[in-house]
């Protein structure tokens, strides 16, 4: 139930609709701004950039150690391969200078990891981090499911891994928990979840309090899905939020202009952003027979068509926009 959830409001080509794509630093920036708990960071572009930021962090920020992230969409950036020969997109590190080194290899380069192409994708900034030791990591995701018709939590104590993969192996160790949109998580509720997922001590109001904080940030944002891996403890007993992924409702652009406005499209379709520059609805697929619609139903029904009689669409074209904007 939980990877079909998750696979429901996922993102994935080929789906039929553009995702609004942000960088995890956009994302912690939305977080932060309702009161969730992230880790302390700043912003660079260059070398000498970070370095300076390493060293604020460092002396200003109360950090003991910096973790230095390269910005792309692409999961799995810890085991990536940059252009300029230099492995891995995440680096620990005390010293500025280092930063600074480690940042000059990154930016400017391609990272390619098993979520990119093979060229893979062009880091223009990197995340200058302070590090904090993780005692213990859960799974944390609320997501919008037409199933319960509303928006549901999925949780796991076992955190820091492929939530589908414990949903497999242990699938009694994922809970489910349906919420009432307008009621929203009660204190009752969320503590009972922190509990579920083995906060122990002062951990566990912590954790409540960081449940509903992310569920007013999924109503407020009017996200599809708010997924949190890990939701962790550190060794100095604060729960933490430390990496995030959220998708959002296209319908709700015109209420949440400022966050559409962050879309960062470099590693988008340049084929998507045109046709979306022309209020159509495109997406790439792998086929080699175009298809041309009115209506996404249609499309899709269209697309069922072709590959009931062997064939593979090359893409989804919906033109159902344009058609409404015509005055007759």
């Known amino acids: 139930m939980a990877t079909s959830l998750l696979r429901r409001t996922a993102c994935l080509k080929p789906c039929l609709a553009r995702c609004l794509n942000l960088q995890e630093y956009q994302s912690k920036g939305l977080m932060d701004k309702y009161g969730v708990t992230v880790q302390p960071f700043l912003i660079a572009t260059s070398g000498p950039d970070a370095a300076e930021k390493a060293h604020i962090m460092l002396n200003e920020r109360g950090a003991d150690e910096i973790v230095l992230k390269a910005q792309i969409l692409a999961g799995g950036r810890g085991k990536g391969i940059f252009s300029s020969g230099l492995k891995g997109g995440v680096k620990l590190s005390k010293e500025p ?5 480690l940042t000059d290899k990154m930016i400017g380069f391609n990272l ?7 060229e893979g994708s062009l880091v223009s900034n990197v995340m200058v981090a302070k590090a904090l030791n993780i005692v213990k990591e859960t799974y944390l995701a609320i997501v919008m499911d037409r199933a319960y018709g509303g ?8 955190g820091g891994v492929d939530i589908e993969e414990v949903a497999e192996s242990t699938p009694e160790r994922v809970f489910k928990i349906p919420v009432d949109i307008v009621a929203g998580i009660s204190d009752e509720a969320a503590l009972d979840l922190a509990h579920k997922l083995e906060f122990e001590g002062n951990a566990v109001q912590q954790a409540a309090t960081e449940i509903q904080k992310l569920y007013e940030l999924f109503i ?12 962790g403890l550190t060794d100095q007993n ?8 959220i998708n959002f409702d296209d319908n709700a652009q015109f209420r949440q ?16 952003l045109e046709a979306a520059k022309h209020d ?15 209506g996404a139903g249609l499309a899709m029904a269209t697309m069922d068509i072709i590959q009931l009689h ?16 015509l005055k007759w």
Do not use: W
């Open 97 to 101: 200078g280092e930063i600074g080194k």
């Open 112 to 118: 390619v990891t098993k979520q990119t192409s093979a």
């Open 151 to 158: 928006p549901v939590i999925v949780a796991s104590p076992d």
């Open 220 to 231: 407020g944002v009017d996200a599809t899905q708010v997924e949190i891996n890990p939701f």
């Open 238 to 245: 604060e729960v933490v939020c430390f990496d995030a992924k």
């Open 257 to 272: 202009k400022e966050i559409f406005e962050m879309e960062d499209t470099s590693e988008s379709d340049p084929r998507e």
């Open 280 to 294: 159509l609805n495109y997406i790439a697929m792998e086929g080699n027979i175009a298809c041309l619609v009115n």
């Open 310 to 325: 062997g064939g593979s669409p090359a893409n989804f074209l919906d033109l159902a926009a344009q058609f409404r904007s």
